[in-house]
């Protein structure tokens, strides 16, 4: 079961983010999804997203399941569309160092444009404008035996991670006070580089519901008893550990505190009995100018292993409101 799927993720939008849900019965398989309302102008404003969903080779059984989608879903004159986050593979996972391969990276852009154009021309899904769920993930094998583990990385990864761990970067799981903390340098630093975050009452209502559950992990480097770099690791109902969260303060120099974090955490995942490390995101293979571009830079240093997917699709129930929507949501000027 993927993450998108699991118990944990389920509660978490109920419990935390306070957002309605609903099941439905895909491919004889039980999914849940995400109700998202908006209201505007006295009007209620309604789209549904199903995330981690494998779409059968027979076309018929597909388009059965898009009219009953449609049926279900598409109840009023203000239910817009359905999205759905397919996670059939684009190709067989493949060692993460591929990307330096162009033939393999003009490959796997043919396929993906492919696909695309099948998804639209046999079920009429629109490629969606907004990327709920990665195109691609990295996975960090822990079954292997700690000194492969290290060897499977990038020379200057290793490198890097034997500089920092005899210096006086310090290893550790976040106490209270620092779980409190840290939620104020990671906004100083979404501030800095323009990217979103949970707001404050979210991620105090989120950490208490995990510390509670006992479902995560805040790893971190600090010097002098200050955060420099950290991790926040999800444990899901599965043998797979995921990251949710992370970042460095750069006012303490470019000194590469995230790769013996990462190291170390990888690690101590493995002294807890993971198997697997899903990292939870990654730019696809060809793309050079992705949103993820950098961040998967930085993960594909640790190897592993990569999946890429066919990724968001839509399915439009009102296609004027559809193209509405679509265009104010990229200006931020609607919903």
């Not at 569309?81 to 852009?109: A, R, S, V, W």
């Not at 950490?207 to 690791?233: D, G, P, R, S």
């Not at 992370?246 to 790769?259: E, V």
């Amino acid at each position: 079961m993927n993450f998108f799927q699991s118990k944990l993720w389920k509660q978490i939008n109920e419990k935390v983010y306070d957002k309605t849900t609903f099941q439905h019965k895909l491919f004889n398989q039980n999914y849940f999804g995400i109700i998202k309302e908006k209201n505007k102008f006295g009007l209620s404003l309604r789209w549904y997203q199903i995330l981690w969903v494998t779409i059968p080779e027979s076309p018929e059984k597909v388009q059965n399941t898009i009219q009953t989608l449609k049926r279900d879903l598409d109840n009023s004159m203000w239910d817009i569309f359905l999205q759905l986050g397919i996670t059939n593979l684009l190709h067989p996972n493949f060692d993460t160092f591929k990307y330096k391969n162009k033939e393999f990276c003009n490959k796997m852009k043919k396929k993906r444009k492919n696909k695309e154009q099948q998804l639209k021309t046999k079920y009429n899904l629109q490629k969606s404008f907004k990327e709920n769920m990665s195109l691609a993930t990295i996975k960090i094998d822990l079954t292997q035996n700690k000194t492969d583990i290290m060897d499977s990385y990038k020379s200057s990864t290793r490198t890097s991670i034997r500089k920092w761990s005899k210096e006086w970067l310090i290893f550790q799981k976040a106490k209270n006070k620092q779980r409190d903390d840290f939620y104020d340098l990671w906004s100083k630093i979404a501030d800095a580089k323009w990217f979103s975050i949970p707001t404050q009452k979210q991620y105090f209502n989120l950490k208490n519901y995990l510390i509670k559950e006992n479902k995560w992990q805040l790893y971190l480097t600090t010097k002098n008893n200050q955060i420099v770099a950290w991790w926040v690791f999800l444990y899901p109902e599965s043998d797979e550990a995921v990251y949710l969260y992370g970042a460095t303060d750069r006012s303490f120099g470019n000194i590469w505190a995230s790769y013996m974090l990462q190291h170390k955490t990888y690690l101590d995942l493995k002294d807890k009995g993971y198997k697997k490390c899903d990292l939870f995101g990654a730019s696809p293979t060809w793309y050079k100018n992705h949103s993820l571009r950098w961040v998967t830079k930085f993960k594909r240093s640790f190897g592993g292993q990569k999946s890429e997917y066919f990724w968001n699709f839509d399915l439009i129930f009102k296609p004027k409101l559809y193209k509405t929507y679509r265009t104010r949501k990229k200006t931020k000027s609607w919903l």
